[in-house]
């Protein structure tokens, strides 16, 4: 938790961003993932000052449980001084002890984006899904948040001026942005209306141009005409080269590589699906319709 500190902005852990949402739709399938279309509304999580602290804050854990498909299990929130935001105990459950931060009892609205992070942690436990090491696995808990429907009161907590800062989670706010307006494109959302942050706002707009540039790279027909002309650039020395690995250029997200037919020799060109990053590959043979088997997103493609 950020708290009056510096806030580090950008994308400096987008790869393993892009490697969580890969994970989640390897790990819960196309079905499971579509059964979070809605996102969890600002009316179910809301907290005012006038609320009984505890009785609040059971109620939130309680809406972003049932949010998270979680019926069996039952979150007991604390409040403690603590360094963190706050902390989970994953047990076998069906009981999870969850200490908020002291900070939380006169910063109420935010208990929500405190629990939906702590939650997530019980979610991925029972679905036994981890990534190695600290840092990563609070990404991969941080994006999982976001892209099921509850992160975006992670990005609304961010709060910023000339005089203090505050920000909650691992992810940088454009990042939140990111996997926010990932969601958002994937489902047809439009929270821009759900911020009371304007910083937050402005996060996600820079996430969601961010985003919709996953949707304009080569050999995607979207793509600009600076791409393309890199493409067929590589493209052409991919094919002088001869058998052999051909990769693209080293700042290129698509690499080339023989078909491996014998039948129909020529090249496959890899790139990641812009919706869930996973690789694709398919023939360098000119127009292409391609289905990503993962997420089911269907790319037009120029090879």
């Not at 051909?246 to 080339?256: D, N, R």
Request: charged share 25%; net charge positive; with cysteine.
């Amino acid at each position: 938790m950020a708290n009056g500190g510096p806030v580090v902005h950008g994308y400096p852990h987008l790869e393993t961003v892009r490697s969580a949402i890969t994970a989640l739709y390897r790990r819960l399938s196309y079905d499971t993932v579509h059964t979070f279309a809605t996102s969890v509304a600002p009316s179910d999580v809301a907290f005012c000052d006038t609320d009984d602290l505890y009785l609040g804050a059971q109620r939130v854990a309680r809406e972003l449980v049932r949010h998270y498909r979680l019926p069996d299990a039952r979150m007991i929130v604390s409040f403690r001084e603590m360094q963190h935001a706050a902390s989970v105990e994953l047990a076998a459950g069906p009981e999870y002890f969850i200490e908020l931060n002291d900070r939380f009892r006169t910063h109420r609205r935010d208990i929500g984006a405190a629990l939906a992070h702590e939650i997530m942690h019980v979610y991925l436990h029972r679905l036994d899904l981890s990534f190695p090491g600290t840092r990563d696995n609070e990404i991969l808990t941080d994006t999982a948040t976001t892209y099921l429907g509850a992160g975006w009161l992670l990005l609304d907590a961010f709060r910023e001026d000339g005089a203090s800062s505050q920000k909650l989670g691992y992810l940088t706010p454009e990042e939140f942005g990111y996997v926010l307006a990932k969601r958002s494109l994937a489902f047809g959302e439009a929270p821009e209306t759900w911020f009371t942050s304007p910083q937050a706002y402005t996060a996600y707009t820079e996430g969601l141009a961010r985003a919709r540039l996953d949707a304009r790279q080569p050999p995607l027909t979207a793509a600009g005409w600076a791409g393309r002309r890199r493409y067929a650039k590589d493209r052409r020395e991919a094919q002088s080269r001869g058998p052999g690995p051909a990769p693209g250029s080293a700042s290129a997200p698509y690499a080339f590589s023989p078909s491996g037919a014998q039948e129909r020799p020529g090249l496959r060109v890899a790139f990641p699906c812009p919706t869930c990053h996973q690789r694709i590959r398919v023939p360098v043979r000119g127009r292409v319709r391609a289905r990503c088997a993962l997420c089911r997103t269907v790319l037009e493609c120029d090879t």
